[in-house]
């Protein structure tokens, strides 16, 4: 099994930035799609973005349509950042991360809502 655990959330004035880190562990083997996604009270859950751990592929979501967020491989193995810049209140919402082994290239649909694990989520405020 593989755990996930997400990190950085809190509360930011709008336009602000904040940091968010997800690191797997546990049975941890291969390389990894990590999807970043969000749900705001109300909503639907919805992608930000996807990255492969073998090289750093990413593409990202129409959950944000301008260029304000940003997503790397993390400093630990099996792990992703998601830079947030120039935060919006429309941000708010609890950011999750996820992730599947990658059985097939790295596309366009390595990240879904059926990905294998799931963190718990962080919560992002954006408000002033």
């Known amino acids: 099994q593989v755990q996930l655990a997400e990190s950085g959330g809190g509360l930011v004035q709008p336009g602000g930035s904040l940091r968010l880190s997800c690191v797997a562990s546990g049975r941890t083997a291969g390389y990894y799609a990590i999807g970043w996604f969000r749900q705001a009270p109300g909503r639907e859950r919805e992608l930000v973005s996807c990255?492969?751990?073998?090289?750093?592929?990413?593409?990202f979501g129409q959950a944000v349509k301008e260029d304000r967020f940003t997503t790397a491989r993390g400093s630990a193995d099996y792990s992703a950042d998601l830079q947030m810049n120039d935060l919006k209140p429309e941000d708010t919402a609890v950011y999750y991360c996820a992730a599947s082994p990658l059985r097939y290239a790295f596309s366009a649909w390595s990240c879904s809502d059926d990905m294998d694990f799931w963190g718990s989520g962080t919560q992002v405020t954006v408000s002033s």
């Open positions: 990255i492969s751990t073998m090289d750093g592929s990413r593409y």
